[in-house]
């Protein structure tokens, strides 16, 4: 069983920068993909970005890319998700998700799914 904690959410103002940890715990940790979905009020679970076990490979949503960095610490069992340039729209509760096998963007895809972090950016 694999257990996901977020943590880093908080309030900034646009232009400015956070960055999301995900604290994991299981066996099957360091062999799985990790992503970061976001989820803001009356919409869906969007994807964000992705790194694939041994975070040779990534994948963003061109929303973010250019501004967002995902990356794998291995050895901590610890994802990270480096947010800069925020933007207002930007702002939504941020999950950690993990699955085995390749990169997705499809929240459905993924097994493993943390409590979120929320990330306010106000203008």
């Known amino acids: 069983q694999v257990q996901l904690v977020e943590s880093g959410g908080g309030l900034v103002q646009a232009g400015g920068s956070l960055r999301l940890s995900c604290a994991a715990s299981?066996?099957?940790?360091?062999?799985?993909?990790m992503g970061w979905f976001r989820q803001a009020p009356g919409k869906e679970r969007e994807f964000v970005a992705a790194?694939?076990?041994?975070?040779?490979?990534?994948y963003y949503a061109d929303s973010v890319k250019g501004r967002f960095t995902i990356s794998r610490d291995n050895a901590k069992n610890t994802v990270y998700l480096q947010m800069n340039s925020l933007k207002p729209e930007d702002t939504a509760t941020y999950y950690c998700?993990?699955?085995?096998?390749?990169?997705?963007?499809?929240?459905?895809?993924?097994?493993?799914w943390g409590q979120g972090t929320q990330v306010t950016v106000s203008s």
């Open positions: 998700a993990g699955r085995q096998g390749s990169i997705y963007s499809t929240s459905t895809a993924y097994a493993y």
């Open positions: 299981g066996s099957t940790v360091s062999s799985a993909t």
């Open positions: 790194i694939n076990w041994s975070g040779g490979s990534t």
